[in-house]
């Protein structure tokens, strides 16, 4: 039994576009790391940070880093470390109190210029 020239061509086609098929699914729907599993860019205090993000917002976006400051304001999504990072959590508040000195690992979402405030997500308390 022979296969005639066309049906390689289509086999050869398939093959192809099914071993093609699995490594864009692969690479599209890799699991995302979480805060712990990735590398920590900064770590230092809110007023060191802000000012090296003000200099270039750009270089930043979507880094992880470990800032240390006084909790100022607490709302029921996050707090707020020395008046102009905004840290929201995936967790409850509630163990977070007003002056308290806490050291948090994050990932840096943005920057309001206008407010001059940071915002971080995923947040993890450190201490």
């Known amino acids: 039994m022979s296969l005639s020239k066309k049906n ?5 086609i398939l093959f192809i576009a099914i071993i093609s098929g699995l490594y864009i699914y692969k690479t ?8 712990d599993q990735r590398e920590v860019k900064f770590s230092g205090t809110t ?5 090296k993000v003000k200099q270039d917002v750009a270089v ?20 707020m470390l020395d008046s102009n990072v905004y840290c929201q959590l995936e967790t409850s508040t ?6 308290q000195v806490l050291k ?5 979402i943005g920057y309001d ?15």
């Open 104 to 108: 948090v690992k994050g990932r840096m």
């Open 28 to 35: 599209a729907y890799k699991p995302h790391k979480t805060i």
């Open 94 to 99: 509630i163990n977070i109190k007003k002056d």
């Open 113 to 127: 210029d206008l407010l001059e405030e940071l915002k971080l997500d995923q947040i993890k308390i450190i201490k």
């Open 47 to 51: 007023k060191s940070f802000s000012e």
């Open 8 to 12: 390689k061509v289509v086999l050869v």
């Open 60 to 79: 930043w976006q979507d880094v992880v880093v470990e800032l240390e400051g006084k909790v100022t304001a607490i709302d029921d999504k996050g707090f």
